[in-house]
């Protein structure tokens, strides 16, 4: 198995933006969605893009993202790609892929089998999906809740783009995440903050490190997935 791309979102401060960067990830997100509390202004963001930029790619998190503010977001922040994460119809995705011409990761929340029967249409336009547990009705945030969901649901999937795999993942459950689902991406957010919105560097570091060491422990395992990786932007 490959090494997983690893993303850590929500990253909302240049110290911890650098200990992403220092330890390699591949991804680092940036929340824009008010209610969150990992919510990044455009002048903040702009300041992590340009401390990220060229050394991981830069991803835009939105939540139903009108035309006005998607076409700001890309002419202040101008990210690598963009992570809808609220009800985005597939119609949907595929025109904001086309408006900003720039790569487009659909979450999609699971909870039970019946939640798959969507992957197909977003799996058409989407460059990745991202499986994210699916919150509960009381929640506030569509995602970054820090609750896992059945991972053997993702068993036997046959997608035709990359995944990435989210929603309560932490330095105690990642390895048996992976070796589950044989992710190709791994995605985390409050599994390394020491509070809501708080990321916390050490926990970056282990996170990291687990990844990485969960994927060399599995390199002689027989692979049940095929591995992907997202395209790249050209530099």
């Known amino acids: ?13 240049a110290p911890t933006m650098e200990v992403a960067l220092e330890v390699g990830v591949d991804l680092v997100g940036l929340v824009f969605f008010a209610r969150s509390p990992r919510h990044v202004t455009h002048d903040e963001a702009r300041q992590l893009a340009q401390q990220a930029r060229g050394r ?28 809808l994460h609220g009800r985005e119809t597939p119609e949907r995705v595929a025109a904001i892929k086309a408006r900003t011409v720039r790569p487009v990761i659909k979450a999609i929340g699971l909870s039970t089998r019946s939640d798959l029967a969507q992957i197909q249409a977003y799996g058409d336009v989407a460059d990745m999906i991202l499986f994210d547990a699916k919150p509960p009705p009381q929640a506030n945030l569509p995602g970054g809740n820090g609750v896992p969901f ?13 995944f990435m795999l989210s ?38 570091r282990a996170f990291v490190l687990a990844v990485r060491r969960a994927a060399t422990s599995m390199a002689a395992s027989p692979v049940t997935r095929a591995d992907a990786t997202l395209p790249r932007e050209p530099r």
Do not use: F
């Open 1 to 13: 198995m490959l090494s997983p791309l690893i993303k850590i979102c929500g990253l909302s401060t």
């Open 56 to 83: 991981a790619e830069i991803v835009a998190l939105t939540v139903d993202v009108e035309d006005a503010a998607l076409d700001a977001l890309m002419k202040q922040v101008a990210p690598d790609r963009l992570q």
């Open 150 to 162: 059945d991972w053997s649901l993702l068993s036997g999937l046959d997608l035709k783009v990359p």
């Open 167 to 204: 929603g309560g993942l932490s330095l105690g459950n990642v390895e048996t995440a992976l070796r589950l689902t044989r992710a190709p991406g791994v995605d985390v957010s409050s599994g390394v903050e020491s509070s809501p919105g708080r990321k916390d560097p050490d926990k970056i």
